[in-house]
T-cell receptor, first 114, second 115 residues
């Protein structure tokens, strides 16, 4: 079955540590996204990528980094510069082309501070 | 600035009743798209329905329909014959005219279906 796989489901970060969240898709989608969701709130865009080897900052990119070396993969690194990383992180992908194409989401990763 | 507003933080609805979730948007774009997503407690975001600003008819998808009132800039989601499994967060999102890629998200409405 085609879909988006995020791992791990739960992640704990120690002070001063970088952690990487994995996102893999087998939908052959060109565009991929990372969102942050805080309790009781909507989604905020961290980074997005329209094509391999290219990505753009979203609204809250500070303290995060990404790479897009393969079409299928869009990992997110939460760096030690992100002082409040506790949140639910969602990865999404979207088929290029028609504007009515929705974003498809993974199951998310919950990140907490130890 | 473009914005999505969902004015109902939470709603309780009796099972089998219809429910309307409100969404208003603010844009001056000539063309845009509106999406609704469902987020169960498990966390995944599930696409429900899409409405394009120039679509002649209101979108429908099974028990979901969109009450799209362009002049009022509203795109309310209607769920008919609600079921216990409809209990979830519901988000409205807008794709601006100049973007094939980005969405502007509302804060969501928590819907609880009572048996």
């Amino acid at each position: 079955d085609g879909g988006i796989t995020q791992s791990p489901k739960y992640l704990f970060r120690k002070e001063g540590q970088n952690v990487t969240l994995s996102c893999e898709q087998n939908l052959n989608h060109d565009a991929m996204y990372w969102y942050r969701q805080d309790p009781g709130q909507g989604l905020r865009l961290i980074y997005y990528s329209q094509i391999v080897n290219d990505f753009q900052k979203g609204d809250i990119a500070e303290g995060y980094s990404v790479s897009r070396e393969k079409k299928e993969s869009f990992p997110l690194t939460v760096t030690s510069a992100q002082k409040n990383p506790t949140a639910f992180y969602l990865c999404a992908s979207r088929e290029d082309g028609r504007k009515n194409q929705p974003q498809h989401f993974g199951d998310g990763t919950r990140l907490s501070i130890l | 600035a473009q914005k999505i507003t969902q004015t109902q933080p939470g709603m309780f609805v009796q099972e089998k009743e219809a429910v309307t979730l409100d969404c208003t948007y603010d844009t001056s774009d000539p063309s845009y798209g509106l999406f609704w997503y469902k987020q169960p407690s498990s966390g995944e975001m599930i696409f429900l329905i899409y409405q394009g600003s120039y679509d002649q008819q209101n979108a429908t998808e099974g028990r979901y329909s969109l009450n799209f009132q362009k002049a009022r800039k509203s795109a309310n989601l209607v769920i008919s014959a609600s079921q216990l499994g409809d209990s979830a967060m519901y988000f409205c999102a807008m794709r601006p005219w100049d973007s094939n890629y980005q969405l502007i998200w509302g804060a969501g409405t928590k819907l609880i279906i009572k048996p």
